[in-house]
């Protein structure tokens, strides 16, 4: 059966592509195994060479990668734009650091010589979502293929015109044949891709549900796994903090990628002598937002990336209401054959609803009042996820003492929005997941950390 990738902004249905057999996919994963052979030979240098290309690939071709994602899953062009870039520094980071984050570690023992060494693997399995369809893939491509492995893709259906588009490039900028691969296959066939006897171990991004079946069978085969899963990341605003940069900041992470990431801000914990003015600041903000079409510069919103999801984000809204949330602003399924959603704000947020238990994702922000800094992060960490958190205040060093040592997160932010950096190690604790990626320790998830001890 043919799987089609749909327009969100339409409904219309963009192309319909024919699944791998199992033999073609078995096939493929065979050939890279072969290939990795000679790649895991090639110099530093060389592989440097390679990936500096990508990043002059990415950037030339910027703005129609940008528009096939807002044709794809309806990301605001603009939007787009930003994350082509952030791939491309990202191929520089690893061109130009990784020889150095897997250089030899020397050790003093009692062996005439000791040391460390990082050897690649083998073929990594990537099983990757759709809010960020290039970036999810060039931050895992870039460090396994510096590191000496391969890379066999597993992308979102809908987004697997991307998909492709990222292989091209990989041949265009000289790599070997094999060394990355895309699979069109569905999701019921990853099991059985997981299986495969060279499959050395697998990294996913996506639902805490997905990773924990990903988890399972990858367990059971005692193959190594790196889950970045949910997330529902809390903004502390503190009595003293300055309303208008944390307003400025909550919106806009909230407002990532249409509402559409795991580390956008979810719920907002505010104190409450200052609710009234930061709920009014921060409704005011998310209303001036503009939603329309993804493929125009202007817009700020584009639809959610399908219409199930956007039904089911309703529905979580819908029962938080039921359940005694106080609705602001949105709250609704516009007319039309799309997948919008508009800003939506819920006050009066309380334990039991799932604006408070659960992640939503899509462009809706429960505020949550506290009493004190105490109840704050209490709430903050009355979590089943555990990706990140940020606070404001002008209180930098009492800030940064709860960020660093309170806060129950991956990634900790004051007076800033949590996003990801190639330098900075990515991922979360809890059900958003474990392992790292990006940074020294990311390049490190996916190689056989050996020892080596000269005796005599």
Not at 1 to 19: E, H, L, W
Request: net charge negative; aromatic share 8%.
């Amino acid at each position: 059966m043919k799987i089609n990738s749909t327009n969100p902004f339409d409904g219309a249905v963009i192309q319909s592509y024919t699944p791998y057999s199992a033999a073609l996919v078995d096939g493929i994963i065979s050939d890279m195994h072969t290939a990795w052979d000679a790649w895991r030979e090639v110099s530093f240098a060389e592989k440097s060479t390679l990936l500096h290309k990508t990043a002059q690939i990415l950037r030339a071709r910027k703005s129609a990668l940008a528009m096939l994602m807002s044709i794809e899953m309806g990301k605001p062009l603009k939007s787009g734009i930003t994350e082509i870039e952030k791939c491309a520094e990202c191929c520089e980071f690893y061109a130009i650091n990784a020889e150095d984050l897997l250089k030899q570690e020397l050790v003093s023992t009692d062996a005439r010589k000791s040391y460390v060494t990082f050897e690649p693997i083998g073929v990594v399995l990537a099983i990757m979502p759709w809010n960020f369809p290039f970036w999810q893939v060039i931050r895992f491509l870039a460090p396994t293929l510096m590191a000496g492995n391969c890379g066999v893709l597993k992308h979102a259906s809908n987004v697997f015109g991307c998909a492709l588009e990222i292989e091209n490039i990989i041949k265009e900028a000289g790599f070997p044949d094999n060394v990355f691969r895309t699979l069109l296959i569905p999701g019921s066939e990853v099991e059985r891709v997981i299986e495969n006897e060279f499959i050395a171990a697998v990294t996913l991004t996506g639902s805490t549900a997905a990773g924990k079946k990903v988890a399972q069978k990858a367990g059971s085969l005692i193959k190594k796994t790196v889950l970045e899963l949910g997330g529902s990341d809390a903004y502390i605003v503190l009595e003293d903090a300055d309303l208008e940069l944390a307003a400025e900041t909550c919106v806009n992470s909230r407002m990532i990628n249409s509402g559409q990431s795991c580390i956008a801000a979810k719920r907002f914990i505010v104190a409450e002598p200052i609710l009234d003015q930061f709920t009014d600041l921060f409704v005011r903000k998310m209303a001036s937002k503009i939603m329309g079409d993804p493929a125009d510069e202007k817009t700020d919103i584009g639809p959610q990336a399908r219409t199930d999801l956007r039904d089911q984000l309703h529905e979580q809204v819908k029962a938080s209401i039921s359940k005694g949330a106080i609705c602001l602003l949105g709250g609704f399924i516009p007319e039309g054959n799309n997948a919008f959603y508009p800003p939506t704000v819920l006050t009066n947020v309380a334990k039991g609803m799932p604006a408070y238990d659960e992640e939503l994702f899509g462009p809706v922000a429960a505020i949550i009042s506290a009493k004190n800094e105490n109840q704050a992060i209490q709430i903050a960490n009355d979590s089943i996820y555990g990706l990140g958190a940020a606070i404001f205040s002008r209180n930098i060093e009492r800030a940064e003492k709860i960020a660093a040592t309170q806060l129950q997160a991956g990634s900790c932010f004051v007076n800033a929005l949590v996003k990801s950096d190639s330098r900075l190690p990515f991922g979360g604790i809890k059900q958003s997941g474990y392992g790292r990626e990006l940074s020294n320790y990311g390049i490190k998830e996916f190689v056989n950390i050996k020892t080596v001890y000269i005796g005599g």
